[in-house]
């Protein structure tokens, strides 16, 4: 798979291909239905896939306070459309460039001069350009209205469900704020993880007998804040148990959003190391303590509480 850094970075065989645009947070079952779809298209034309995105995403540059949390930081993302056998993946950086771009010049430079696009597939919905003049309509005429080969076939994405409920990024958000990691995982078609690579920490939780791995969550907002039992993946052959806090600490004076986790019965060092913590039960909301006492002895009832809940459900055996 080929990652393409701007329209300056393409090449003249990049040229000539089936392309989608979209965002494809959490690359979840409905957006892996796109790919699917773009892929037999490509093979019945002969013609690589190509997957056109953004970073940031649009909402995050027009209005930062309302961009919804992340699912997938952008090297999630990448990989995760990877392993569905996309060929390209141009990323357009999102910023008042982009942003000014009229309707007509971004299918101009983008799908036409820069692509060489000949089937697209987009939502009925989707808008684009300077003031979000852009849609499918547009898209559908100007298709038609080019010259030969310069013309392109654009279809619609139908609505992707899942035992009758509509699959999308803003729904697999509302069940992971409410805990629900079993629907979230039929949705995504796979357990939620958050990535990264371990950071050092404030070095307090070593003080308390909770030593704990500090991970940069790589994202503006989090979908998720609160304890929760856990399995960590890139620790051993096989997931490990523990438990975790997404949040700002308040009893600590936390001023940024941190992902910490404590690995029970294990003390090897894991700076540097990248990690996977997958999230199945979420213990209770991130709350301010009156003292540093206080929320140590919370932090053993969350350890006590995950690790029975993990041994019963058998996912903190161990490893």
Same mark, same amino acid.
């Given at each position: 798979?080929?990652?393409?850094? @701007?329209?300056?970075?393409?090449?003249?065989?990049? *040229? @000539?291909?089936?392309?989608? %645009?979209?965002?494809?947070?959490?690359?979840?079952?409905?957006?892996?239905?796109?790919?699917?779809?773009?892929?037999?298209?490509?093979?019945?034309?002969?013609?690589?896939?190509?997957?056109?995105?953004? &970073?940031?995403?649009?909402?995050?540059?027009? +209005?930062?306070?309302?961009?919804?949390?992340?699912?997938?930081?952008?090297?999630?993302?990448?990989? +995760?459309?990877?392993?569905?056998?996309?060929? /390209?993946?141009? $990323?357009? &950086?999102?910023?008042?460039?982009?942003?000014?771009?009229?309707?007509?010049?971004?299918?101009?430079?983008?799908?036409?001069?820069?692509? @060489?696009?000949?089937?697209?597939?987009?939502? =009925?919905?989707?808008?684009?350009?300077?003031? /979000?003049?852009?849609?499918?309509?547009?898209?559908?005429?100007?298709?038609?209205? $080019?010259?030969?080969?310069? @013309?392109?076939?654009?279809?619609?994405?139908?609505?992707?469900?899942? *035992?009758? &409920?509509?699959?999308?990024?803003?729904? %697999?958000?509302?069940?992971?704020?409410?805990?629900?990691?079993?629907?979230?995982?039929?949705?995504?078609?796979? +357990?939620?993880?958050?990535?990264?690579?371990?950071?050092?920490?404030?070095?307090?939780?070593?003080?308390?007998?909770?030593?704990?791995?500090?991970i940069n969550l790589h994202r503006r907002v989090s979908p998720l804040r609160g304890v929760y039992a856990v399995r960590v993946h890139g620790v051993a052959k096989t997931p490990w148990p523990g438990v975790a806090n997404i949040?700002?600490?308040?009893?600590?004076?936390?001023?940024?959003?941190?992902? &910490?986790?404590?690995?029970?019965?294990? =003390?090897?060092?894991?700076?540097?190391?990248?990690?996977?913590?997958?999230?199945?039960?979420?213990?209770?909301?991130?709350? /301010?303590?009156?003292?540093?006492?206080?929320?140590?002895?919370?932090?053993?009832?969350?350890?006590?509480?995950?690790?029975?809940?993990?041994?019963?459900?058998?996912?903190?055996?161990?490893?």
């Amino acid at each position: 798979m080929r990652l393409i850094r @701007g329209l300056h970075n393409l090449r003249d065989q990049d *040229r @000539g291909c089936v392309a989608t %645009i979209g965002n494809f947070d959490g690359v979840h079952l409905g957006h892996r239905a796109v790919f699917r779809r773009l892929l037999a298209q490509g093979a019945a034309l002969g013609l690589p896939a190509t997957v056109i995105t953004f &970073e940031p995403q649009p909402m995050e540059s027009f +209005a930062p306070s309302l961009a919804p949390a992340r699912l997938t930081r952008l090297r999630e993302k990448v990989a +995760a459309i990877a392993e569905d056998g996309i060929d /390209r993946i141009l $990323l357009l &950086e999102f910023g008042p460039r982009l942003a000014a771009m009229e309707a007509r010049e971004f299918i101009r430079r983008v799908l036409v001069e820069g692509l @060489g696009v000949r089937f697209l597939l987009v939502g =009925d919905d989707f808008r684009f350009g300077h003031n /979000r003049a852009g849609d499918y309509a547009l898209l559908e005429a100007v298709g038609a209205e $080019l010259p030969g080969a310069q @013309g392109f076939e654009v279809a619609n994405l139908r609505t992707i469900r899942h *035992r009758n &409920e509509r699959i999308s990024s803003t729904r %697999i958000r509302e069940l992971l704020a409410a805990g629900d990691f079993e629907q979230a995982r039929h949705l995504l078609g796979r +357990a939620y993880r958050i990535c990264g690579r371990v950071g050092h920490g404030d070095r307090r939780g070593r003080t308390i007998g909770f030593r704990t791995a500090n991970i940069n969550l790589h994202r503006r907002v989090s979908p998720l804040r609160g304890v929760y039992a856990v399995r960590v993946h890139g620790v051993a052959k096989t997931p490990w148990p523990g438990v975790a806090n997404i949040g700002r600490r308040p009893t600590l004076d936390g001023t940024d959003e941190r992902l &910490e986790v404590h690995l029970f019965d294990f =003390d090897a060092d894991l700076y540097g190391a990248h990690l996977q913590v997958e999230f199945l039960l979420r213990l209770r909301d991130e709350q /301010r303590f009156d003292s540093f006492e206080a929320l140590r002895a919370q932090i053993a009832r969350d350890a006590e509480a995950a690790r029975a809940w993990l041994i019963d459900a058998g996912s903190g055996q161990d490893p």
